[in-house]
């Protein structure tokens, strides 16, 4: 595991960004795994100015997002669908409509779509590198801390701990969907780098728990100690707490 300790959020943002604009500059028909959620909002950023510079070409690139609600309309603001068009699509020259893809949360058939995902990732080639962030209690998509994990993409519930922190994206605790559609532990695993970003003092435990190398599924994050390419990239206080 690489490390990297950025004095602040714009430095690890600044950071991550070089990592992922590298894999695109040395492949530029690359498969981007993307994740959502506060974290990599300054990295999306960054990597729109290089484009918009003409630094970074993202017209071949590809991505799959790690996980959307269940259920939930892809126009509704809270979606994940609605989030990456705003944060990240919408100002890069990517194909939107046939190079970006997100589980969808308005499925008739949630275990066909996970399926589904499962083998358009592998027909695609398989991820280059896999964004992630780290939910509170380790969770990595919506792999949530649990005995056993789930290997393949597939519908989840959300703990308690993770709706209380997405509620903050919500009017109310009550309105956090109650599940989600989340790449499971594989594809995370099978990508060929994985770069996590964690920012704040509330992910220090968990990062340090990551960092000693101990491996529990009470930590899922703690399963990329079994990845030998993962590039950590986090801020002063999560490090030091
Ligand atoms: C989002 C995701 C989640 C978040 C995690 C941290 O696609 O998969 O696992 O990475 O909940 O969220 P933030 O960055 O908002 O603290």
């Known amino acids: 595991m690489k490390l990297y300790v950025c004095k602040n959020y714009d430095e690890m943002s600044a950071k991550a960004a070089s990592v992922v ?23 999306y ?3 729109a100015e290089m484009n918009k510079e003409g630094k970074l070409d ?18 509704d603001p809270q979606s ?3 989030f990456m068009d705003k944060n990240l699509f919408d100002n890069i020259n990517i194909d939107k409509a ?5 589980l969808n949360g308005e ?23 896999q964004v992630l962030g780290i939910g509170n209690n380790g969770h990595i998509g919506f792999n949530e801390p649990s005995d056993p994990l789930v290997g393949p993409t597939h519908k989840t519930g959300l703990t308690e701990s993770t ?19 989340t790449m499971g532990m594989a594809p995370i695993m099978k990508a060929r780098k994985i770069i996590m970003l964690v920012s704040g003092k509330g992910k220090h435990a968990v ?10 599924t009470k930590n899922p994050a703690t399963l990329l100690n079994l990845h030998d390419d993962v590039t950590v990239v986090c801020d002063e206080e999560a490090y030091n707490g």
Do not use: Q, W
């Open 21 to 43: 604009a590298s894999v695109i500059t040395l492949k530029p028909d690359c498969v981007l795994g993307l994740a959502t959620g506060s974290t990599p909002v300054g990295m």
């Open 45 to 47: 950023t960054k990597l």
């Open 58 to 75: 993202f017209s071949e690139v590809k991505t799959y997002n790690l996980d959307e609600y269940y259920p939930i309309k892809a126009s």
């Open 80 to 82: 994940y669908r609605y």
């Open 98 to 102: 046939n190079n970006t893809h997100l």
């Open 107 to 129: 499925a008739a058939d949630a275990d066909a779509e996970c399926a589904a995902y499962d083998k358009a990732i592998e027909a695609a080639g398989g991820i280059d590198i």
């Open 163 to 181: 709706i209380e922190a997405n509620s903050r994206f919500f009017a109310s605790a009550d309105e956090v969907p109650k599940h989600a559609l």
């Open 207 to 216: 990062l340090r728990e990551m960092l000693s190398g101990v491996i529990t």
